[in-house]
């Protein structure tokens, strides 16, 4: 058998979303949350978790959260790690060093990145591009404030709501460049809906081979 293969599922997309702890975990939370059910209303399998080795009440310690979207019920539902992403989002830009950001990403994969800064400008902290195809970069910290809660923590319900914060225009980034699921689903989903408008319309999206030319 082969051990790689067991859990390869045809048409599987993979979401694996960098936080700092306390401060912006809800956020990383809210991303995969936000996407997972936009495309639970369009039919398709879903699963959004928050990494169970990841400590999250620790102030600024990188977390992870994931998501999982497929057209078939999932076989990998219990796999607790996206250790294969498609897509990999950091809620801060600092989380680009020293971090194993992309390790795992398969072929054509896309790194959002929450930054005022230009794909060409991140690029130059990123030593080994991989498999990554696309890099996108949003200021979504200017267009929405990140959300500290314990709300929806461990499973509860999130009486803060989906999508307050900054989480919203970096969602729609990842739709803008991946087409995941349709802007209008997410629209519904996400609290913060005039962030996500913006965020949709500002994010630069390039094709990391242009970068590597230019750099």
Known sequence: MNVEKLFEEPGLKQITVWARGVLENKEARDV?????????KEGKYVQAWENYVDLPDRIYVPVRA????????LESKYVYENEVP??????????VKGNPILQGVKPGSVLVVN????????????????????LVTIDASGLGS?????????????????????SAPLAAAI???????SFENLLSIVKNKE?????????????????????
């Open 32 to 40: 995969v949350v936000a996407l997972t059910e936009a495309a639970a």
């Open 66 to 73: 994931y998501g999982k979207i497929g057209e078939q019920p």
């Open 86 to 95: 498609d897509i990999v989002a950091l809620t801060e830009e600092t989380l």
């Open 115 to 134: 930054t005022k800064r230009s794909p060409q400008e991140i690029a130059k902290f990123i030593k080994d591009f991989g498999n990554l195809q696309t």
């Open 146 to 166: 990140a959300v500290i809660t314990l709300s929806g923590a461990e499973g509860a319900t999130d009486a803060s709501g989906i999508g307050g914060g900054m």
């Open 175 to 181: 739709v803008k460049a991946t087409n995941i699921v």
């Open 195 to 215: 962030a996500a408008e913006f965020g949709f319309e500002r994010a630069q999206v390039v094709d990391v081979k242009t970068l590597q030319i230019a750099g």
